[in-house]
């Protein structure tokens, strides 16, 4: 059970998150209006749904700043109830710092998993939708790339040509493809042309295909007829580059947790680097033990009585070196994904080192 002390420390520690969330909030609303607005202008559009497309982002921001609110919305209440002398009196009586945390620091942890599995689905499909948004009124382009149980599927127009290319398997860098499938269709979306190839390979500016099976559609009066052949070798102009094709794959950012692990697998299947989807999950993962060092952290800059003086300066460590964390994030994840060390040892070190930190600094400064 939860005892009067704990709940009352539980609705201060809430009143802390909730208002460091709201400043937040507002900060990241404010800031991204801007920018849309500007992009919008840039963009010569008076079309673009801003207030849609703020709505839909901001989700996906708020998450990305989650860590800060924690500590900050920690370092608030902790502080509140450091100059009120509560934990002075609390301490007195015989309570310990770990007895007194350990109710936040476990609401922490609740937040953190409710952060990757009810938060996070919704901030993702937000950003999907945002994506889609923005790639169509500010960028004039659409997603060419997409991976579903059939496998791999490409879309390009040259030269007034829409083509869809389907393969069942690819290399990593997505430049050599295995059992294809190949539709064009003119302007106006009629099919001309269907193909089937054993491999293909992506060249300077075409497609090289192999083994193909050409089915080719023409109408004449209404009727439609087929003539089929079979070709060696042939090559299909493209716009495509092996970059584009990496760069067309949904951001993890914008699949949700639960969806996850199913998508690794189909880009698994097809013969592509998960890499990036594996580290956002790990790191997903890890959210609890992150929140819970915020806590932690927070508490052993802020839980000391006033009269000892430099609360500013305290506020400021604690706030240098919450951005640290971020930056060891930052560098650890940036070696994840370059597949320099292990996806695990990416997302989960700095957690882990920012709670070794908070339990050492708590250690030392509260003697147990």
Sequence with gaps: MIGTMNQYLLRRHLA?????????????????????????????????????????????????????????????????LARSSELVVTRAA??????????????????????????NPIASAALARYETLESRYLRGQESQLSISEDGLWLRQSVRGIQTV?????????????????????????????????????????YWEFSAVAVWTFERDGGSLTTSPGLI?????????????????FAPPETLGFWYLPDFIERMEASGFSSVRHRLYQQTELARPVMFAAMVLLAAGFAMRHVRFGSTGRRVLLCVLAGFGLFFLSDFTQALGAAGTVPVVLAAWVPPVAALMLAIALLLHLEDG
Excluded: C
């Design 16 to 80: 802390g998150l909730g208002l460091a969330l709201l400043a937040a909030t507002a900060l990241v609303v404010l800031g991204d209006f801007l920018e849309l607005t500007r992009r919008s202008s840039a963009a010569s559009r008076d079309d673009v749904p801003v207030v849609l497309m703020l709505a839909l982002h901001v989700p996906s921001i708020l998450t990305k700043t989650l860590p800060f609110v924690v500590l900050l919305g920690s370092l608030t209440a902790f502080l509140r």
């Design 232 to 248: 060696d070798e042939i090559q299909i102009p493209t716009d495509l580059t092996a970059a584009r094709i990496l760069e067309g």
């Design 165 to 205: 290319i389907n393969a069942q398997e690819s290399s990593a860098d997505g430049q050599s493809l295995s059992t294809v499938d190949i539709y064009q269709f003119d302007a106006d979306g009629n099919q001309t042309r269907r193909m089937t190839a054993e491999s293909g390979i992506l060249r300077s500016n």
């Design 94 to 119: 015989g309570v310990s710092v770990w007895r007194l945390l350990l109710w936040p620091t476990a609401m922490a942890m609740v937040l953190g998993a409710l952060a990757f599995g009810v938060w």
